[in-house]
């Protein structure tokens, strides 16, 4: 099984930083990786799909890159939106899929 | 619009089994996949299956076979989840998620997810 290690865990940052998210694979996923966005209460939201596209409505300070087994989520100056718990998923091993544990970005 | 809407709330007692529907609309429903994933209390996302509305097909992931079942109902476009045999570690979100048949575009539509309690 594919595990997917994300780090760090949680981390503090303030309105406008840069906050870097890293999701490493335990194998060659090529580029079928995707990050989510969970808020309190609410359900996922689909920020970034195959490693790097942008998805539909999600502003463009949010940037997903790498491949193979070491991904990134970037999210250039962080708005107070956008604390939340991120999560990396993988669909390289379809019909089964994993998602990462998660990292939480909260408010310094 | 694409819409995903679950059943509400549930509460049920360990050995019980509970079935969340998840009723879509918007969209072709036999053209996605229906996924399922929960997130349990300080816990993170875990994919549980999918079904594919076309042909009834599902796959699941290991811990959840032989206790989760998925169906649908072409009729009314909507998915079905049930557990049984719930333990108390079962206590979670539930969530329904689409994605394309080709998986290389993630989940990009969920449901506003249902809260399973187990409890004595």
Known sequence: DIQLTQSPSSLSASVGDRVTITCRASQNINRYIHWYQVKRGQAPKLLIYAASSLQSGVPSRFRGSGSGTDFTLTINSLQPDDFATYYCQQSYTTPLFTFGGGTKVDMK | ?120
């Open chain 2, 1 to 120: 619009q694409v819409r995903l809407v679950q059943s509400g709330a549930e509460v049920k007692k360990p050995g019980a089994s509970v079935k969340v529907s998840c009723r879509t609309s918007g969209y072709t429903f036999t053209g996605n996949y229906v996924h399922w994933v929960r997130e349990a209390p300080g816990q993170g996302l875990e994919w549980m299956g999918w079904i594919n509305p076309k042909s009834g097909g599902t796959n699941f992931a290991q811990k959840f076979q032989g206790r989760v079942t998925l169906t649908r109902d072409t009729s009314i476009n909507t998915a079905y989840m049930e557990v049984k045999r719930l333990r108390s570690d079962d206590t979670a979100v539930y969530y329904c998620a689409r994605s394309y048949f080709d998986f290389a575009f993630g989940f990009d539509y969920w449901g506003q997810g249902t809260l399973v309690t187990v409890s004595s």
